[in-house]
């Protein structure tokens, strides 16, 4: 059939099973919307308040539905107004298709009123990207972006497209999309001995588990292979959910902001198996001396990620999924439970607390009560990202997103919105500071125009915390331009664009909040007045070794033996 390049964009998502478009329209972009116009009833569009605010809910919807995402934009500052959204998702392998607008084929190179070469802009920062120039090759464009975004290691792909394609006419032929498979081609059955010879010599294993585990939906298979060998579980933040964070393996998350006993263990043991974890510096600390008791065991999709930043002895590359169903038939059960005895008591020594008073770590960890640990929760960058972290058990993969690679203030909301509309039966909550919410706060106005039931908390320091961490620990109290004492009321503003929302400034005010902002099915605010000193623990200091993690009792400590 006849149709136009804006028709066949919309036929090829349907093609693909979209129900949901994020997006903001402008003059390049109007066909494509004049034709949504006679599509919406395929199609949920979620006209957000600013293209960033798209782009992270398309993001947030993938994390939470395993699908891709789809963000529209029109050209110039609407495409560019998608960069930081696609960056995020970048870092993070989330599969989102971006579809922007731009000027006609011959206005393209002329600096034309709003023209961008989003392409080029984006090049660094997706997995591919596209310009159309012929209506003819839309739709084929359209299904390799897909394709491209959700095979192999995820992640954003941009198709852009010029206005007069999306007017122009083509022979469109509907194509029934074949599910994507699995990366399996690249398991060689000579990784997977050398890996399993490794493992099985090994008398403190270690299982480490990252964002890949999540994407691959491994839970099941790391669970199995724990359990086999007696091994405990960490974490990165990407990988929250992979492991059950209730179970008695499980040491918690590692690096930075790590727990002692993940820290410890990782450094003691005397083989490391990490399954879907690129070694950020997050995570390692010092790369020198970081797990240099241990053979490092590594399975990965991405070649690319095997010897960047730490040494493997051994690595499988694939789905990882499919390399544990291959490796945890041949892996030798331990019976010792020694070493998993040994890390357990590092767990029970040093537990994380929730401090007295009203804090982030309280909220949290009431959060994760009230809502039986079943909630969606994302988050922003900071101090409320570590304690979102730290404090709320997941056990569930998909249940935590949060800007991990980029750390993106004024990406929860967005994500929030985007993991609510992709799954609608769970309570979602955005967990942010009050920097981050000053950045994002404007798609309030996307909930309350949608009336989409998100619950935003607001952890509210008057201050950036997690800077002003750093500034009382290594920058002598220099606290330059991170006190946030300003006339700003967000419960007003929150009111204003149509959102119910509270201040509290208690652990009982907040319990009573949150109950109602539950019940209340409406998108809701909850500003949390708390002390701006309140610190997060444990750390490692920028350079050091993991094994050198240190609490406020050790801060203490230290300051009374120097007197």
Not at 81 to 94: E, K, P, Q, R
Not at 160 to 188: C, F, H, M, Q, W
Not at 292 to 298: D, F, P, S, Y
Request: aromatic share 8%; hydrophobic share 40%; charged share 25%.
């Amino acid at each position: 059939m006849l149709l136009t390049g804006a028709e066949i964009v919309l036929e090829c998502l349907k093609e693909q099973g979209v129900d949901t478009i994020f997006g903001y329209p402008g003059g390049a972009i109007l066909n494509i919307y004049d034709a949504l116009y006679k599509y919406k009833k395929d199609f949920n569009h979620i006209l957000t308040s600013h293209e960033q605010g798209a782009a992270h809910a398309a993001d947030g919807y993938a994390r939470a539905t395993g699908k891709t995402g789809v963000c529209f934009a029109t050209s110039g500052p609407g495409a560019t107004n998608l960069v930081t959204g696609i960056a995020t998702a970048y870092m993070d392998s989330v599969p989102v298709v971006a579809i922007t607008a731009n000027v006609a084929v011959s206005l393209l190179g002329k600096d034309t009123f709003q023209e961008i070469d989003i392409a080029g802009v984006t090049t660094p920062i997706t997995k591919h990207n596209f310009i159309v120039k012929d209506v003819n090759l839309l739709a084929d464009t359209i299904r390799k972006a897909f394709l491209i975004a959700g095979s192999g290691r995820p992640g954003p792909v941009l198709v852009d497209i010029p206005k007069d394609v999306t007017g122009n006419k083509a022979e469109y032929k509907p194509k029934k999309i074949a599910p994507i498979k699995r990366l399996t081609s690249t398991i060689k059955k000579e990784d997977i001995e050398k890996a399993v010879e490794i493992i099985n010599k090994a008398e403190k294993p270690f299982i480490f588990v990252g964002g890949g585990a999540v994407i691959s939906g491994a839970s099941k298979e790391i669970i199995e292979l724990a359990e086999k060998i007696n091994a405990p579980v960490a974490d990165s933040l990407m990988g929250k959910g992979a492991y059950p964070g209730t179970d008695a393996g499980y040491t918690g998350m590692l690096g930075m902001h790590g727990t002692k006993a993940s820290n410890y263990g990782v450094s003691e043991c005397d083989v490391l198996i990490t399954i879907g974890a690129r070694f950020s510096d997050r995570v390692t600390g010092n790369t020198a001396r970081f797990a240099e008791n241990a053979k490092v065991v590594q399975f990965d999709v991405d070649p690319a990620e095997i010897n960047k930043n730490i040494r493997t002895d051994a690595s499988v590359i694939g789905d990882v999924r499919e390399i544990l169903k291959k490796v945890n038939p041949l892996v030798k059960a331990k019976r010792s439970k020694t070493w998993f005895k040994h890390v357990s008591d590092y767990s029970k020594k040093y537990p994380l607390k929730v401090p007295s008073g009203f804090n982030g770590p309280f909220i949290i960890d009431e959060i994760y009560k009230i809502t039986k640990g079943k909630a969606i929760i994302t988050t922003d960058v900071g101090q409320h990202q570590m304690w979102a972290a730290q404090y709320y058990k997941y056990t569930k993969p998909r249940t935590f997103l949060s800007s991990g690679g980029l750390g993106t203030m004024g990406y929860g909301l967005g994500a929030c919105i985007g993991a609510k509309v992709g799954q609608p039966d769970k309570c979602v909550i955005n967990i942010g500071g009050d920097g981050c919410f000053r950045m994002n706060m404007n798609e309030l106005a996307t909930a309350s125009r949608h009336n989409i039931p998100i619950i935003q908390v607001c952890i509210n320091n008057h201050v950036l915390g997690m800077v002003r961490q750093w500034q009382t620990l290594f920058y002598e109290k220099r606290y330059s331009q991170t006190i946030l004492d300003d006339k700003v009321d967000f419960v007003k503003v929150a009111q204003g664009l149509g959102v119910d929302a509270v201040r509290v400034s208690s652990r009982e005010e907040f319990t009573k909040a949150l109950k109602k902002a539950i019940k209340s099915g409406k998108p809701y605010v909850i500003d949390c007045d708390i002390d701006r000193d309140e610190k997060v623990w444990p750390m490692v200091a920028p350079g050091a070794s993991i094994s050198e993690v240190f609490d406020e009792k050790d801060v203490k400590a230290k300051k009374n033996s120097a007197k």
